[in-house]
């Protein structure tokens, strides 16, 4: 599987931003998708993950409030809609792909995902 981020940008606090992640390969409907971000000097941290099916979802709880994450089968792709959003929320967003059996206690582990997009900057004014 090939991951390719896309999405980011400069915006406002307060503003939105929908970050897309399109997957190539076969796997991808069988791959659960999972979002992360690395903030400058900081470790790469949890955003959120859905599972293969979609009917499942996990977020780290400071931002399920404000981020959601879909995915849309027939374009092989995921989303990652941000709101309101903070200084504090800049980072490079990166997307992954694993077909570990979806938990929303194992989701937010990077070790448990197999492929990797490069990233995306997210730069948040303020």
């Known amino acids: 599987v090939q991951l390719q981020a896309s999405g980011g940008g400069l915006v406002q606090a307060g503003g939105s931003l929908r970050l897309s992640c399109a997957a190539s390969?076969?796997?991808?409907?069988?791959?659960?998708m999972g979002w992360f971000r690395q903030a400058p000097g900081k470790e790469r941290e949890f955003v959120g993950a859905v599972s293969s099916s979609g009917r499942l979802a996990a977020y780290a709880d400071s931002l399920k409030d404000r981020f959601t994450i879909s995915r849309e089968s027939a374009k092989n792709t995921v989303y990652l809609q941000m709101n309101s959003l903070k200084p504090e929320d800049t980072a490079v967003y990166y997307c992954a792909a694993g077909t570990f059996v979806f938990r929303v206690t194992e989701a937010k582990f990077p070790d448990r995902y197999d492929y990797w997009g490069q990233g995306t900057l997210v730069t948040v004014s303020s």
């Open positions: 390969g076969r796997t991808f409907s069988s791959s659960n």
